[in-house]
């Protein structure tokens, strides 16, 4: 089985298909990043999503080529919202199917961490109007 490169950067609502796992996998595991309605210590009506698309996609692809080198066979999809995203609504989801499940867990932990770290992904907190 082979990682396919599948990510979204996009405005888009996250929605979550139901799984349709391959023969050989028996584990999903999926993140879903909700967007906290405090940051800071104060309230936000959202936070406001923005990257150099060009690099960002690039990094996405080759985060993901890299994790097959580093974890094996798995396969991922990940959504990572771009413009503004309210307060309790989702930002990103990382999808993993893999064999077992302390894998896909695993798997979907490095992922996440690597994202956040070095995907040119930037967050500007939009403040509530009652918290400037």
Request: net charge negative.
């Amino acid at each position: 089985m082979q990682t396919p490169a599948a990510f979204v950067l996009s405005e888009a609502p996250i929605t979550a298909p139901p799984p349709a796992f391959a023969a050989e996998e028996g584990a999903e595991v999926q993140f879903l990043g909700v967007v906290r309605g405090v940051e800071d210590g104060k309230a936000i009506a959202g936070i406001d999503y923005s990257a150099y698309l060009p690099m960002a996609e690039k990094m996405l692809a080759e985060l993901i080529a890299r994790g097959a080198e580093v974890h094996g066979s798995h396969r991922v999809f990940i959504q990572h919202r771009l413009g503004f995203v309210a307060a309790e609504e989702p930002s990103i989801v990382i999808r993993v199917q893999t064999k077992h499940s302390a894998a896909a867990f695993d798997v979907c932990r490095w992922y996440l961490k690597e994202i956040k770290t070095s995907v040119p992904i930037w967050k500007n907190p939009v403040w509530s109007e009652t918290d400037h």
